[in-house]
């Protein structure tokens, strides 16, 4: 990873670029912190908006995806925000329906099964189709005022691909594999097709003012080591060389800590861990080459406040404060109260003074 061909893009006007500068390996005094799926559903002033609009109107209101994205930067005080959007947009632009209900979770009504399912999905005019992203982004940039970096994000081809083929969540996801394991040409030409567009729609992020890029393999776990080879980590590869020189890149493979050694020797600038592995075994596994970012198990927030500062202290001591980016295992749940979101953002924040 040759750190010096990161960009230092939009760094000079930032009042807080330690994200940033973690990034880049640069020395810090504390690390970063922001929490996975801080914009939503733990905070009041977003269960307001949620009352008043669906899900997608306000994933595709520039206004409100802004208002939304901005509340954990006022509320909890992050060191970067993180644009409200979500994962399935990609697969909306390429033509296939999702719905969205409330605690519910996503709904594809029409799953792609056949060579002219796949031959139908759009693959050009992504910048046209998801301008609602880019135009958020440009809107919370300018709303920010330098105030702290702007994160935007993708879920990664083998994630969309499981919903694409499964239609909706699932703890196993036999259908999305049993379509790969038995139709293995078709499921390569499926994610190329995803690679091909979530490359164009992350660069046009970057366009749009997103300082850092991450993407989320939520559903890579399921898959053994040798799979995980064969249909999740080429995408992740091609994805990150596209990227390395436009910005900085976090790839979150959630599940798969077999992973993390090769991915440590890709172009991504840093690595996402969950909870279910410790950050000595990490720092091993990666050879202390990239940025760690996480893994503070989520259900840890409804500990008394006390208990949670003290085990952030913990997790920064073993991560250790360099090469390191403190965040949560995996998205922040809705039943933390936001005080208990804040103590998490004040440890870090508090940590070595």
């Not at 908006?49 to 409100?64: A, S």
């Not at 994205?69 to 006022?74: A, I, K, N, S």
């Not at 410790?278 to 720092?283: F, T």
């Not at 250790?320 to 809705?334: C, F, R």
Request: charged share 20%.
């Amino acid at each position: 990873m040759h750190i010096s061909a990161l960009p230092k893009q939009h760094s000079m006007q930032l009042k807080n670029d330690l994200l940033l500068r973690a990034l880049r390996k640069e020395k810090v005094e504390r690390p970063p912190v922001w929490m996975m799926r801080q914009a939503g559903r733990y905070l009041p002033d977003y269960i307001k908006l949620r009352e008043k609009y669906d899900f997608f109107t306000r994933v595709q209101t520039p206004e409100l995806a802004t208002e939304i994205t901005l509340q954990p930067v006022q509320q909890v005080g992050v060191d970067a925000a993180i644009i409200f959007s979500d994962i399935l947009v990609i697969s909306q632009a390429m033509g296939v329906e999702v719905l969205m209900e409330e605690g519910k979770g996503p709904l594809l009504p029409h799953i792609i099964k056949t060579q002219k399912d796949i031959d139908a999905l759009i693959t050009d005019n992504v910048e046209d189709n998801l301008n609602y992203v880019t135009k958020a982004l440009t809107l919370t940039k300018q709303e920010l005022n330098g105030r702290v970096p702007l994160i935007g994000f993708a879920g990664a081809p083998w994630t969309i691909l499981c919903y694409m083929i499964e239609g909706k969540g699932s703890k196993t996801w036999e259908k999305a594999k049993q379509f790969c394991y038995t139709q293995p040409g078709l499921a390569h030409q499926l994610l190329q097709k995803i690679t091909d567009i979530t490359i164009k729609y992350l660069k046009a992020q970057a366009k749009a003012g997103a300082d850092v890029l991450q993407v989320f393999d939520s559903w890579s776990g399921c898959l053994s080591p040798e799979d995980f080879k064969i249909f999740a980590q080429p995408s992740l590869i091609q994805i990150v060389d596209a990227l390395k020189n436009i910005a900085p890149v976090i790839l979150f493979p959630k599940g798969s800590w077999y992973a993390l050694k090769e991915l440590s020797d890709s172009s991504a600038s840093g690595l996402g861990l969950d909870w279910c592995i410790s950050p000595k075994m990490a720092r091993e596994l990666t050879g202390n080459k990239i940025v760690l970012q996480g893994n503070f198990d989520p259900a840890k927030l409804l500990m008394p406040v006390p208990e949670i500062k003290k085990a952030v202290k913990e997790m920064i001591n073993e991560f250790g404060v360099q090469n390191y980016i403190a965040n949560l295992g995996h998205g922040i749940t809705p039943n933390v109260p936001v005080e208990n979101a804040k103590a998490f953002v004040e440890a870090v924040k508090e940590y070595g003074q």
